[in-house]
């Protein structure tokens, strides 16, 4: 779908969409939990629909509502070939788990996702005595259990979401685990899993984040969970507000151990007038100037930090391009040509990532099928100089399917 965006001063409350994150974190943990676990404040985005499908595939019975998801567990196989769809988390997480049972399992995907390589889900798993095999280091994964516990080393420099995966996963083996990381980014993400982990009854022990001790023969205790807001959604809206708006953002936790809260640091450094409460952020249009930011614990940010220092003047320093390589799209490549397209120059120098502000143009412009691109583009519309039209906005369904919605609720003129 294309959609076209004209120029607009937006002014509201907008609620933050649900962690999806969290959510499809809370789906893994009430999978393995006997009895019935809610998820309360559920979200309901494209890749957590496809945690909850392979949920139910893997003998979980799913009853979403509006505002609630229940999820019995059960440890009884009923599909053996699970659609991750295109969720990197998904693929990752429930491929250690999918590893617990005594089945060959197959593990497939769709676009983006079959781009990625799964080469350390592999190795991992083979450490571990599971039977695992891709296609030429892609998908499928074919995966025999059961895991019985052990030890493997894996490198985190790509994803921590494998780790979170094996966190979920080795409590429920025979022996015990432990698992040594190397280079690990985006060490608060893993901390949402020691968290959720802990709610259902499940210990971890983490030393310095680069060896983790897992006891076997541990038990899942059925949990009601809530999902809290998304900060990498939430993000997005923010910026929209500080280009060209007053917005205040409802249903963000002041204290989430979600990495990308720190949009708040990167907002105040381009010195945007913003105002947090407990769980509302106020933020209204001024005078933007040029930032330096670290996005190496939250590259999801790029895309919204881009958009700010598209307005900023002078050249913004962004760091953290190689966590950009495997995600949807070659998403810093993807970022410089679709700005480009809008007049905003970017330059790429190994891991920094230099936008010199100015004042975007109307364009027609491609989301690449990623959903960051396309938020980030049309947060960018608000304040260019004619509409930008954006080809395949559809995407932003992966993680924020109301998007385009709470940016009318507020004022953005939107065209489909």
Partial sequence: MERYLEPSIIKGTIKAPASKSMTQRAIAAALLADGQSIIHNPSYCDDSLAAMSIAVGLGARVEPQVNELKINGSAILKEPKLNCGESGLAIRMFSPIAALYPAEIKMVGSNSLKKRPMFMIEEALNQLGVKCTSSGGFLPLTIEGPIVGGFCEIDGSVSSQLLTGLLMALPLATGNSEIRVNNLKSKPYIDMTIQILKSFGITVENKDYNLFRIKGNQKYVPHSYIVEGDW??????????????????????????QSDKSIVNALEKAGAHIISGEDQIDITRSELKAFEFDATESPDLFPPLVALASYCEGKSTIKGVSRLIYKESDRAKAIKEEFGKMGIKIEIDDDLMYVIGGKPQGAR???HDDHRIAMAIAITSLGA??????????????????????????????HE
């Fill in 232 to 257: 990498s959604g939430a993000a997005f809206l923010l910026v929209a507000g500080a280009i060209n708006g007053q917005l205040s953002v409802s249903g963000l936790r002041s204290d989430s151990m």
């Fill in 365 to 367: 412009v491609e989301s």
């Fill in 385 to 414: 100089s004619g509409k930008v039209s954006i080809r395949d906005s559809q995407c932003v369904a992966k993680s924020y399917p109301g998007f385009f919605d709470d940016l009318r609720h507020v004022g953005a003129i939107v």
